[in-house]
């Protein structure tokens, strides 16, 4: 490219830094990071020490009225991401935006509306699907290997790890807890494989048995028991107008054997596959066989989601998360959470 695109992060925290920054410093031939915002001056500080921005705001509708970006990537704590994305839109930026796509279903309807009008282009991160095993599933799916998938368990679940850090724990903020945060990326990446049917009915129940007491903590550091708003552990169950099904599983904190497991099983009528480890499960030619790859590349899905977006923004198609498919799985969580409180199920459509 002669012209490289200038891009602007809302939002300088952790995954800011380590996931979208970090990565677009390896396309420095397609796009530069010219300024980040945030509210946080620390985060800034951080921003500068580690990666030499060049202009930093602490307002990001300052950012956008005076830089001129042709694209943002929005990092905020998910109470922001509606605003922010939509302030990014009407600047006239394309914009990814972290994942959840919102706080409900109404925000990313707004989002959506956003982009249609301001010509540019909205995808959310979940970078899940950019990873060598989910492209090697997507690859077997259409190529037939599964068939018609009908049915399907989805896991995102830790023993204990909740985050010590940041807003994880906010229901305010975030929205919800593990169901929103981790639960989301597995969910998208079995309807991806399964092209997004419409859904019909959705079960949830959620449950706070742990989170807000003493608890021993681990990798993600003490939390605040006290100010815990969040679920531990959501259940749902999916069902689709095509007659398939969905059971999904999420937890920060459970008592379970594994320390984490981020998984999905999809059973088609050709073969069945599981994305960790990844491998296709079928019947061919008179045996039951595993297929398993012999190797795969080690590319992070964050990497590959970064060049993506970047791709998009100059007109190449991609596998990125749409602004339309964002409303969809926002409906889906809204309708989880919804069933949990009422104990009933929700008639989607």
Not at 51 to 64: H, K, Q, S, V
Not at 111 to 140: C, D, I, N, T, W
Not at 176 to 181: E, H, K, M, N, V
Not at 255 to 268: A, C, D, S, V
Request: proline letters at 4%; a negative charge; charged letters at 20%.
């Amino acid at each position: 490219m002669n012209n490289k695109l200038r891009i602007g992060v809302i939002g300088g925290g952790g995954i800011a830094r380590s996931a979208h920054i970090a990565n677009y410093r390896k396309y420095t031939e397609m796009a530069e990071v010219v300024a980040v915002a945030d509210v946080n001056e620390q985060a800034l500080q951080l921003v500068k020490e580690q990666f030499a921005i060049p202009n930093t705001y602490a307002d990001a509708l300052e950012m956008l009225q005076q830089e001129k970006l042709d694209a943002v990537s929005v990092c905020t704590p998910n109470k922001y991401h509606a605003s922010s994305a939509i302030a990014a839109l009407q600047a006239g930026c394309h914009v990814l935006c972290e994942k959840p796509p919102a706080m409900n279903a109404q925000e990313a309807v707004e989002m959506e509306s956003a982009a249609v009008k301001s010509g540019k282009k909205l995808f959310y991160g979940f970078h899940h699907r950019f990873s060598p095993a989910a492209q090697m599933l997507r690859r077997y799916s259409e190529a037939g290997e599964l068939g018609s998938i009908y049915a399907g368990k989805i896991m995102a679940r830790r023993r204990s790890g909740i985050p010590g850090w940041g807003v994880f724990t906010n229901k305010e903020l975030q929205g919800g807890g593990p169901l929103i945060d981790i639960g989301v990326h597995m969910l998208d990446l079995a309807l991806h494989l399964m092209h997004y049917p419409e859904p019909k009915y959705v079960f949830g129940m959620t449950y706070r048995e742990l989170g807000n007491r003493p608890m021993t903590p681990t990798w993600g550091g003490q939390w605040d028991y006290r100010n815990y708003s969040i679920e531990d552990l959501a259940m749902a169950m999916i069902t689709f107008h095509n007659g398939a099904t969905l059971q999904l599983e999420t937890s920060f904190i459970v008592h379970t054997k594994e320390n984490e497991t981020m998984n999905i099983e999809l059973y088609g009528s050709e073969g069945g596959c599981s994305y960790a480890p990844p491998a296709i499960y079928k019947d061919m030619h008179g045996t039951i066989v595993d297929i398993t790859p012999g190797y795969l590349s080690n590319f992070s899905g964050h990497q590959m989601e970064i060049e993506a977006f970047l791709r998009a923004c100059q007109g190449e198609s991609t596998f990125l998360s749409t602004a339309s498919q964002g409303v969809f799985i926002q409906k889906l969580i809204d309708a989880i959470y919804a069933s949990a409180r009422g104990g009933k199920p929700i008639l989607l459509n």
